[in-house]
């Protein structure tokens, strides 16, 4: 749920690459909600205990077959561009394994050759900058 409500692509997840698979059976739609704690620059306008909220949901709507999207953004409606620019911005490495580890790329994790596995740690604690 979270890298599908951050905009990353299915196939991260290694499960089914279309998105209309992670709408529950029988249902014509849901959605997907992630709240990131931020800082002041970054924020959304929720606020929690004085720290800035930056809410995404991503409605989806299946039909035949197929699913849509539907992005907001603290309740506005954006592309899906603004939402990768937020996830890129927040420095969020959904395709690092060092980051985010679906249970389905556990194995693939594990036979990372020592040298993959220290340039993904690098990234994944380094300076985005870099």
């Known amino acids: 749920?979270?890298?599908?409500?951050?905009?990353?692509?299915?196939?991260?997840?290694?499960?089914?690459r279309d998105v209309a698979?992670?709408?529950?059976?029988?249902?014509?739609?849901?959605?997907?909600?992630?709240?990131?704690?931020t800082n002041a620059e970054?924020?959304?306008?929720?606020?929690?205990?004085?720290?800035?909220?930056?809410?995404?949901?991503?409605?989806?709507?299946t039909a035949d077959a197929r699913a849509t999207s539907e992005w907001l953004v603290s309740d506005r409606a954006v592309p899906a561009k603004t939402v990768r620019g937020l996830v890129e911005r927040h420095h969020i490495q959904l395709d690092n394994l060092c980051t985010f580890l679906p249970q389905d790329?556990?194995?693939?994790?594990a036979r990372l050759a020592p040298s993959d596995l220290l340039s993904a740690t690098l990234r994944a604690v380094g300076d985005p900058q870099d």
């Not at 790329?105 to 994790?109: A, I, P, Q, T, Y």
């Open 1 to 16: 749920a979270v890298a599908l409500g951050l905009g990353a692509s299915p196939a991260v997840l290694g499960r089914s």
């Open 21 to 37: 698979e992670y709408v529950r059976y029988g249902e014509a739609s849901g959605y997907v909600e992630v709240c990131l704690r």
């Open 105 to 109: 790329k556990v194995s693939e994790f």
């Open 42 to 61: 970054l924020s959304g306008e929720h606020m929690d205990r004085g720290v800035p909220i930056l809410r995404i949901r991503r409605n989806l709507a």
